[in-house]
């Protein structure tokens, strides 16, 4: 079932998002409370024991398989919390992509308009900071399926094999654990270092106490960081010598990868940068050429490290609207093109963009030109032109600072299909967190002459850094980060990491966000946190729904912060 967006029909959005009846937040909470608690570690109706099942998977271990495809179609699964029937589905709920553009809606670098029909509306202005809201629980339900699915892989591996299948397999749900786990940490508390102690979210393991499952307190970062850190430390030494065949699984370069984002959260500077230059091995960055068109909607370039993969029949003509290419690609039919509902820069960061940056061009003007236009063709219309192209029910114009960045399916503008790729992890974030690491690692010198080389010949032949201090380098990769990383789900947790006030508006108020959604906030302001959805509130007897639900801070309005600045942008 989809929401129409033709003809007289309302989208009703709002009145799904905004107002959540208590039996789906009863039917989402009974779903976190199964994916957190049914861990599978005792005997199934009496007939089958855990130790049977890690015989039979000893014996045959490729009847695993089946299980570890599942870890990488819970990345992708359209419409995963909903029961189908007569309600009519979130078009906001389609995994992993939706996790990422829900926290880049709570950043300070994509814009939209303030409409019903824009599904991510709660995240933009902050109302996705209650427990009933669906946001949290989207993010939740996703992190925690992801886990369980984990769990009960590592429950059939016998602790002491040495059949290689399974060692792989082991390493696979490993990372899988450690990904979803830090995923919830960084949105569920404040960053690592200086909040080691405050408490994140439950640590959910196969092994677990059983007693647990209906009381689980949260773990502290220091405890959930240290079981991702061990996760994938063990992931990175099974996936040795693994050879996958698909950009959705996971190898040791995704291991090393995943952990070096976890370093560099955590201020280990040195292991950050070695597990980046590790992570690295085997792949190559996106070139000038490469980027000067639209793409990243496909897992197939040299520098894609790790992707959710679409294909065209699982994302049929009549779900355009629930997919990543309906809310983000400008071209293809969603709520992007045929609401307007363009995902556009903030102005005060694309002013910053150098004209030389080959990397400008992901964005239209205020004069609605970019050169990345002249490789597109939509109905014979091409280049600048496209711009203004109206067709009723299926194009509006596009706004100043309208992404062009992601192509669609195909590179066919105005397809029903929105199959593109979602990229989980590329060469070129890797590249950046080596250069930041080695720089507040003590070798300044090394980190500046590393981002300068990558960016005069991938990006910006003219580019020079000027930072002087460790401090001030970081600033520029954060920069960085926020152009060449734009709309790929890492804006909000980059402002958490670096404890970074957010900054939408400049200090006399000036901003693209619309008046609802213009404001700052502060770094240490709570309700920059995430709260934990009410399913799981009433489902967990150690979790507190108003002592222990990350109930601080102020909801933001126009006009909140004044005066905040950033530091990078707004100085």
Request: charged share 20%.
């Amino acid at each position: 079932i989809s929401c129409s967006l033709v003809g007289s029909e309302m989208c009703i959005r709002d009145r799904y998002m905004k107002a959540i009846n208590k039996i789906w937040v009863f039917a989402l909470g009974t779903a976190v409370m199964v994916s957190c608690s049914d861990l599978d570690t005792f005997p199934e109706s009496g007939i089958v024991t855990e130790d049977q099942k890690k015989e039979v998977v000893e014996d045959n271990p490729e009847r695993l398989q089946a299980d570890i495809n599942t870890l990488s179609s819970i990345f992708t699964k359209l419409l995963p919390n909903w029961a189908g029937g007569s309600a009519t589905p979130f078009h906001n709920d389609f995994s992993y992509p939706a996790v990422c553009i829900a926290t880049d809606g709570n950043g300070a670098d994509m814009v939209s308009d303030n409409s019903d029909y824009e599904w991510f509306s709660v995240a933009f202005e902050y109302s996705d900071r209650n427990a009933n809201y669906a946001v949290p629980m989207f993010t939740w339900n996703f992190c925690y399926k992801l886990n369980k699915q984990a769990n009960d892989i590592l429950s059939t591996i016998p602790a002491d094999t040495e059949n290689q299948t399974l060692i792989y397999y082991r390493g696979q749900a490993l990372v899988a654990r450690a990904f979803a786990n830090f995923t919830l940490a960084q949105r569920f508390q404040f960053t690592y270092k200086g909040n080691e102690d405050k408490p994140t979210v439950p640590i959910v393991t196969w092994d677990m106490p059983a007693e647990r499952a209906g009381a689980n307190p949260r773990a502290t970062n220091a405890e959930i960081y240290k079981l991702i850190y061990d996760d994938l430390t063990q992931a990175i030494a099974d996936l040795e010598g693994f050879q996958r065949t698909s950009k959705a699984a996971a190898d040791r370069n995704v291991a090393y990868g995943m952990r070096a984002r976890v370093n560099l959260v955590m201020n280990n500077w040195g292991e950050a940068a070695t597990d980046a230059e590790a992570a690295l091995s085997g792949y190559t960055f996106l070139s000038k050429d490469d980027v000067s068109a639209p793409g990243f909607n496909s897992a197939n370039p040299p520098s894609w490290i790790w992707a959710g993969i679409y294909k065209a029949a699982d994302t049929p003509a009549n779900y355009r609207n629930i997919t990543w290419g309906g809310h983000l690609c400008s071209f293809a039919r969603g709520y992007t093109t045929s609401q307007g509902l363009y995902k556009r820069i903030n102005s005060l960061l694309y002013n910053m963009i150098p004209d030389t940056d080959v990397r400008k061009g992901w964005w239209i003007n205020a004069s609605l030109e970019s050169p990345l236009l002249d490789h597109m063709d939509w109905d014979g219309v091409t280049g600048s032109a496209i711009s203004s192209l109206a067709i009723p029910n299926v194009k509006r114009a596009f706004q100043p600072y309208t992404n062009v960045k992601f192509a669609p399916y195909e590179n066919k503008c105005g397809t029903d299909i929105n199959a593109g790729d979602w990229c989980i992890m590329r060469a070129e974030e890797m590249l950046l967190i080596q250069a930041e690491a080695m720089a507040m690692g003590g070798n300044l010198g090394g980190g500046k002459s590393l981002l300068e080389n990558w960016v005069k010949t991938y990006r910006d032949p003219s580019y020079s850094c000027a930072a002087t201090t460790p401090e001030a380098f970081q600033s520029e990769i954060w920069w960085q980060r926020r152009v060449e990383l734009w709309g790929e789900g890492h804006a909000y947790t980059d402002i958490m990491r670096l404890k970074k006030n957010l900054v939408r508006c400049t200090t006399d108020g000036k901003s693209d966000f619309p008046d609802a959604w213009a404001f700052n906030i502060a770094a240490t302001d709570g309700i920059l946190l995430m709260r934990i959805p009410t399913g799981e509130t009433n489902a967990n007897a150690a979790i507190d729904p108003v002592k222990d639900n990350n109930n601080e801070g102020t909801f933001p309005v126009n006009g909140s912060g004044a005066g905040l600045t950033d530091g990078c942008v707004v100085k």
